[in-house]
């Protein structure tokens, strides 16, 4: 199979704009928008919608009497809400997703109030200093109890964060720093904004060759994955295979990289269908596309979501290969290659 060449200038620069675009989960519809309006760009033969969720559903339908498959990836990322104003001004918040508080101490953030700009910040364990705090700032737990943010603005009271505008439930998102050198973009937020860009860079690349896939194909960007129900809604009951594209966790005992896409056979709900993961491994093994298999004992993904909302379809997992994942991640644009020339394989296959 010829596979048509990938944009990877289109690739790398969509994807800093998605990292750079705020989305924790519950928040995601800027990032769906930016999605939206690319695709809508790169692949204007596509049929796209927003479900009432909030998802984007992309319908790319073409004349063959094959059974229709999707692929399906996430926008919404880690983050928090404000939970509390505390008397001094510091807000206490509440977690968003599966993460430790000190992966974040120390990074910057910012406030998304009803109404008006974001506010910057800084997440701080309350006993941020070892002049002040001596030992406690070694021993503290970092916990709900013990971390809190520090706006930039002239704040004493809870009175004077009101005046800001900002409040209980306010969505709070962590800074991205995104930085790409030697073939590396390290940034929150990979997990899963990393997978999508090359979604959309597998549709482009079938546009931009005049191309379409071989049977009609939902693009599915949903935007509450990381809570656990992302793909729960917006998939029609027609499709007949999911292919979940999320990130391939790498560390210890594991056998993904950051150089490779990787298949995912089983995760903490179980396995994967046995058919579905045999015709991905051939279609990589035939195009020479380079791969991992892995396990991942502590992952869950939209593919499962789908399933346990009664999705009656052939589900799998392929996806790049991430370090530190909800964390500071990174992953090489070799993973991000790879993993879109897979994608490609699979949209043009029979």
């Known amino acids: 199979m010829n596979l048509p060449p990938l944009d990877a200038d289109f690739l790398q620069a969509f994807l800093t704009d998605l990292l750079n675009t705020p989305s924790p989960t519950g928040f995601a519809h800027r990032a769906i928008d930016l999605t939206y309006r690319t695709l809508q760009a790169v692949v204007p033969e596509a049929d796209l ?3 009432p969720k ?3 559903v992309a319908r790319w339908e073409v004349p063959t009497a094959g059974a229709p498959r999707a692929l399906t990836a996430h926008v919404d990322t880690l983050g928090a809400v404000v939970k509390e104003i505390k008397p001094n001004g510091r807000l206490k918040l509440s977690r968003i997703g599966g993460f430790p508080w000190n992966f974040v101490e120390g ?3 910012w406030v998304h109030p009803v109404e008006g700009e974001p506010v910057p910040g800084t997440l701080l364990l309350t006993a941020a200093s070892v002049h002040v705090y001596g030992k406690e700032a070694y021993d503290a ?4 109890e013990h971390m809190e943010v520090r ?5 004493h009271s809870a009175e004077d964060v009101a005046a800001l505008g900002v409040g209980v439930g306010d969505f709070v998102s962590f800074e991205p720093r995104v930085r790409w050198q030697n073939g590396f973009v ?6 899963d904004k990393a997978a999508v860009a090359c979604v959309v860079a597998a549709a482009k690349a079938l546009h931009d060759a005049g191309l379409q896939p071989a049977r009609t194909t939902y693009l599915h960007i949903s935007n509450y994955e990381e809570v656990g129900h992302g793909a729960a809604a917006g998939l029609p009951a027609e499709v007949a295979e999911l292919l979940s594209v999320d990130m391939a966790a790498v560390g210890k005992g594991q056998t993904s990289d950051e150089f490779h896409a990787t298949l995912c056979v089983k995760d903490s709900s179980g396995p994967y269908h046995y058919g579905l993961t045999r015709q991905l491994r051939c279609l990589a093994e035939e195009n020479g596309i380079p791969y991992k298999v892995d396990v991942y004992p502590h992952y869950g993904s939209d593919g499962e979501a ?7 379809a052939a589900v799998a997992l392929i996806g790049p290969g991430v370090d530190a994942s909800h964390n500071y991640e990174r992953t090489h644009m070799d993973a991000l290659r790879a993993t879109t020339r897979w994608l490609l394989a699979y949209l043009l296959a029979e």
Do not use: Q
């Open 49 to 51: 919608r927003v479900t």
């Open 54 to 56: 909030g998802a984007l």
């Open 107 to 109: 990074e910057g953030v």
């Open 141 to 144: 737990p970092r916990d709900d």
């Open 151 to 155: 706006l930039d603005a002239v704040v």
């Open 186 to 191: 390290r940034s929150r937020h990979l997990d």
């Open 306 to 312: 789908a399933w346990r909302a009664g999705l009656d």
